[in-house]
């Protein structure tokens, strides 16, 4: 996908709308190039949300919606990790 992509490989990142840990897949529709430095800020709210999911704060649908809210940019980080006090 990065390669098809024709950009340039290091400065972007394949990533899961849903990630694996949060019961995303491996598929084409849930797979996205994003810069490297956005890419970046996903990974500790995605790391939260798969401890929240693990220790059952939070289901499955509602640790997706978060991801996915916070992805498009209708929440912030922070307001996710607030959701998880």
């Not at 307001?79 to 006090?85: A, G, P, Q, R």
């Given at each position: 996908l990065k390669k098809a992509s024709g950009q340039n490989i290091?400065?972007?990142?394949?990533?899961?709308t849903?990630?694996?840990?949060?019961?995303?897949?491996?598929?084409?529709s849930?797979?996205?190039?994003?810069?490297?430095a956005?890419?970046?800020?996903?990974?500790?709210?995605?790391?939260?949300l798969g401890k929240a999911l693990r220790s059952g704060k939070i289901t499955k649908q509602k640790a997706q919606d978060l991801i996915k809210r916070f992805k498009s940019g209708d929440i912030t980080s922070d307001?996710?990790?607030?959701?998880?006090?």
């Open positions: 290091n400065t972007v990142k394949l990533d899961h849903i990630p694996l840990e949060l019961g995303g897949s491996n598929s084409e849930n797979l996205k190039l994003v810069p490297t956005i890419w970046s800020s996903y990974t500790p709210v995605e790391n939260e307001e996710v990790l607030n959701m998880l006090k």
